[in-house]
């Protein structure tokens, strides 16, 4: 179970990839609980990694009472304290709460292993050790990661962590103070049997980088609490007081990240052939009795769908490029749709291929396959897409199959017009914008 919005939808995926990374039978469910700015789009592309996914908006009677009284808890806001919602998973024998900034680097069995007691890993990381409350008289557990055995699931501890939630302001030691969820769960769990885990079951990169010089071998668990290494801004310029290592975690989640691109990729290339499939979403013809010759029609590629209309479709091999989000207008929005200025134009496309064999191609990058998906044909054509995601290069496809990268050049448009250029056979190509 994590929690996360839009902002953390980076670090979220980080986790599932390294998650299924090392544990590729993972079956169980990922309860994501979030403020609802996480999308249908957004649950897609999760699911794409790991299936099991499930998107969940909790309602808070006690949202209002959140104290704000610390640049800490003004900064976390409701979503650190959804993490509490774990209580309500009844049914599980038990529950793992992982924070969204982490990345799994080894076996994580001792957290869901049988028995009886919480367990949770002490918070160090400024220190080699971890600092005694006066309030507990505990070590200090850090909220990141958090297993919870089966029996305490439910209503009670759901309303008792809550009610901790809503007196949240009132002073109990200044250690714990100064903490948002994490005083929360400090409280929660002083009187409850408690296992305390080796600190390589979260490892706050602050500690890597102060005591470990940077090595990772041997930890099963970096938490990248501070300044979100995913965040362009923190990146080129973090914080000034702050200990972090943004580039371990690109250099992770890129790698983990291209690899599972690649994998996607490839099974959507073994059940789409890209020059032979012309399965249209009106006729459901094919295109070996489509349309002119591939290898000798003249191919006409345009950027809007107003630019195509006049031309002939039955003797022209006609292709939309659509190269980011932005540029057919999509917003971000929870229900995507063609944008406004371009529905007169696709329906007079649309009647202009309905006695044509022949369908229109709407060549797109691969990260937009989801989104693309939740969109209806707006007329007689096939969908063609080109793995080109910027945390590496822009594949080409191979006849022999596979992929080779070449290079990015200017713009995410010039990439797509090369990419598509050396997949479309035929005598000449007309660029209409």
Same mark, same amino acid.
């Given at each position: 179970?994590?929690?996360?919005?839009?902002?953390?939808?980076?670090?979220?995926?980080?986790?599932?990839?390294?998650?299924?990374?090392?544990?590729?039978?993972?079956?169980?469910?990922?309860?994501?609980?979030?403020?609802?700015?996480?999308?249908?789009?957004?649950?897609?592309?999760?699911?794409?990694?790991?299936?099991?996914?499930?998107?969940?908006?909790?309602?808070?009677?006690?949202?209002?009472?959140?104290?704000?009284?610390?640049?800490?808890?003004?900064?976390?806001?409701?979503?650190?304290?959804?993490?509490?919602?774990?209580?309500?998973?009844?049914?599980?024998?038990?529950?793992?709460?992982?924070?969204?900034?982490?990345?799994?680097?080894?076996?994580?069995?001792?957290?869901?292993?049988?028995?009886?007691?919480?367990?949770?890993?002490?918070?160090?990381?400024?220190?080699?050790?971890?600092?005694?409350?006066?309030?507990?008289?505990?070590?200090?557990?850090?909220?990141?990661?958090?297993? @919870? &055995?089966?029996?305490? $699931?439910? /209503?009670? %501890?759901? =309303?008792?962590?809550?009610?901790?939630?809503?007196? !949240?302001? @009132? &002073?109990?030691?200044? $250690?714990? /103070?100064? %903490?948002? =969820?994490?005083?929360?769960?400090?409280?929660?769990? !002083?009187?409850? &049997?408690?296992?305390?885990?080796?600190?390589?079951?979260?490892?706050?990169?602050?500690?890597?980088?102060?005591?470990?010089?940077?090595?990772?071998?041997?930890?099963?668990?970096?938490?990248?609490?501070?300044?979100?290494?995913?965040?362009?801004?923190?990146?080129?310029?973090?914080?000034?007081?702050?200990?972090?290592?943004?580039?371990?975690?690109?250099?992770?989640?890129?790698?983990?990240?291209?690899?599972?691109?690649?994998?996607?990729?490839?099974?959507?290339?073994?059940?789409?052939?890209?020059?032979?499939?012309?399965?249209?979403?009106?006729?459901?013809?094919?295109?070996?009795?489509?349309?002119?010759?591939?290898?000798?029609?003249?191919?006409?590629?345009?950027?809007?769908?107003?630019?195509?209309?006049?031309?002939?479709?039955?003797?022209?091999?006609?292709?939309?490029?659509?190269?980011?989000?932005?540029?057919?207008?999509?917003?971000?929005?929870?229900?995507?749709?063609?944008?406004?200025?371009?529905?007169?134009?696709?329906?007079?496309?649309?009647?202009?291929?309905?006695?044509?064999?022949?369908?229109?191609?709407?060549?797109?990058?691969?990260?937009?396959?989801?989104?693309?998906?939740?969109?209806?044909?707006?007329?007689?054509?096939?969908?063609?897409?080109?793995?080109?995601?910027?945390?590496?290069?822009?594949?080409?496809?191979?006849?022999?199959?596979?992929?080779?990268?070449?290079?990015?050049?200017?713009?995410?448009?010039?990439?797509?017009?090369?990419?598509?250029?050396?997949?479309?056979?035929?005598?000449?190509?007309?660029?209409?914008?």
């Amino acid at each position: 179970m994590t929690v996360a919005n839009e902002r953390f939808l980076p670090g979220l995926k980080g986790l599932l990839l390294s998650l299924v990374a090392i544990y590729p039978d993972l079956s169980s469910p990922c309860i994501v609980f979030h403020d609802g700015t996480l999308t249908d789009t957004h649950l897609l592309e999760l699911q794409s990694i790991y299936n099991e996914v499930c998107l969940h908006v909790p309602s808070p009677s006690w949202a209002d009472a959140l104290p704000l009284d610390s640049p800490n808890r003004a900064r976390i806001g409701l979503l650190g304290y959804l993490n509490t919602y774990a209580f309500s998973l009844a049914g599980y024998e038990r529950v793992i709460v992982l924070d969204s900034d982490v990345l799994v680097l080894g076996a994580l069995d001792p957290l869901w292993a049988p028995g009886e007691t919480f367990r949770a890993v002490m918070d160090c990381g400024a220190r080699p050790y971890g600092l005694i409350s006066e309030h507990t008289g505990l070590p200090v557990i850090n909220s990141g990661v958090i297993s @919870i &055995p089966g029996w305490a $699931l439910g /209503d009670l %501890f759901l =309303d008792r962590v809550h009610t901790l939630v809503r007196s !949240a302001a @009132i &002073p109990v030691c200044p $250690l714990l /103070d100064g %903490f948002a =969820d994490q005083k929360v769960w400090n409280q929660l769990l !002083a009187d409850q &049997p408690l296992e305390m885990m080796p600190v390589n079951y979260n490892c706050n990169i602050k500690y890597v980088v102060q005591f470990l010089d940077g090595c990772v071998e041997g930890l099963s668990l970096i938490h990248f609490a501070g300044p979100k290494p995913w965040l362009s801004d923190q990146l080129s310029r973090p914080r000034s007081k702050s200990i972090t290592d943004h580039w371990l975690w690109h250099r992770h989640y890129r790698k983990l990240l291209s690899t599972e691109l690649l994998r996607q990729y490839q099974a959507y290339l073994d059940t789409h052939s890209y020059l032979d499939r012309h399965t249209t979403a009106a006729t459901g013809s094919s295109s070996e009795s489509a349309g002119p010759s591939c290898s000798t029609a003249r191919a006409v590629l345009a950027c809007d769908p107003a630019s195509l209309i006049p031309m002939d479709s039955a003797s022209l091999s006609l292709h939309l490029i659509l190269h980011s989000a932005d540029q057919f207008g999509f917003d971000g929005g929870v229900s995507p749709r063609w944008p406004e200025h371009w529905l007169s134009s696709l329906a007079t496309l649309a009647r202009a291929f309905h006695d044509q064999r022949q369908p229109l191609s709407i060549w797109a990058p691969f990260e937009l396959r989801h989104l693309l998906t939740q969109l209806p044909a707006p007329l007689p054509s096939t969908y063609r897409y080109i793995l080109m995601d910027p945390c590496f290069s822009a594949p080409d496809l191979l006849d022999e199959g596979g992929c080779a990268f070449v290079p990015w050049h200017g713009t995410s448009l010039d990439t797509m017009r090369r990419a598509v250029e050396r997949r479309v056979p035929c005598s000449s190509f007309q660029w209409l914008d």
